[in-house]
């Protein structure tokens, strides 16, 4: 794809819309500061890999991942693939905190951590509860957001979910030079032609 006015020749279309979301959306200075001061702060300042999990009222729009499962299976493929057997810190991003004592459970010598061991969005996140909350829960659920979004971002490896538009954010936030083999859907899409 080209757009020989901005300088784009011969782009692939995925890795143009990369140079878009650069062109365009930009996080807060101090935003994006703190989001990496939190991360660092959980030691993801080295190689880890992230799991993105959606629940909350995401049930209402279509069927979700209830077991941490299938991300077990397809971590121990990406620690395989990706970190030579050795298992790197975990990074849950989630809108249920619950999971995070499922995913400690099920595999209980291996270190997760989340923005949930600083936060409590124990139920999901529900949209329709937005409009009750206080400026401090909305800012602090935003922090949260936007640190989960940089650390799944710059993850060596990240497990998405198709059925958020979050992981597609993410996907085109990932670095130019992430290859397509650095993720995978713990629920591929449904949808006929995409190249993912």
């Known amino acids: 794809m080209s757009i020989p006015q901005l300088g784009y020749t011969d782009v692939e279309r995925v ?3 990369k140079h878009f979301l650069r062109r365009m959306f930009r996080i807060n200075a101090d935003v994006r ?3 990496c001061h939190r991360l660092a702060s959980q030691g993801l300042d080295d190689e880890y890999m992230a799991l993105s999990v959606r629940r909350g009222d995401k049930v209402t729009e279509t069927s979700i991942l209830d077991t941490v499962d299938p991300y077990i299976r397809l971590a121990e493929e990406g620690i395989k693939s990706h970190f030579g057997g050795q298992v790197p810190t975990m990074f849950v991003a989630t ?3 619950s999971v995070m004592q499922e995913f400690r459970d ?3 010598d291996w270190k997760f951590v989340s923005e949930c061991d600083n936060a409590s969005e124990a139920n999901g996140f529900v949209y329709k509860e937005m409009k009750l909350w206080s400026d401090e829960q909305t800012d602090a659920h935003f922090n949260k957001f936007i640190a989960e979004m940089i650390g799944m971002a710059t993850a060596k490896y990240w497990i998405g979910v ?3 538009n979050v992981s597609y954010w993410v996907y085109f936030m990932r670095s130019l030079q992430a290859t397509d083999d650095s993720f995978i859907w713990a629920d591929p899409p449904r949808v006929p032609g995409l190249p993912w």
């Open 95 to 97: 809108d249920d905190c």
């Open 106 to 108: 099920a595999r209980p």
């Open 15 to 17: 890795s143009l819309k």
């Open 33 to 35: 500061d703190r989001a």
């Open 162 to 164: 198709a059925t958020t």
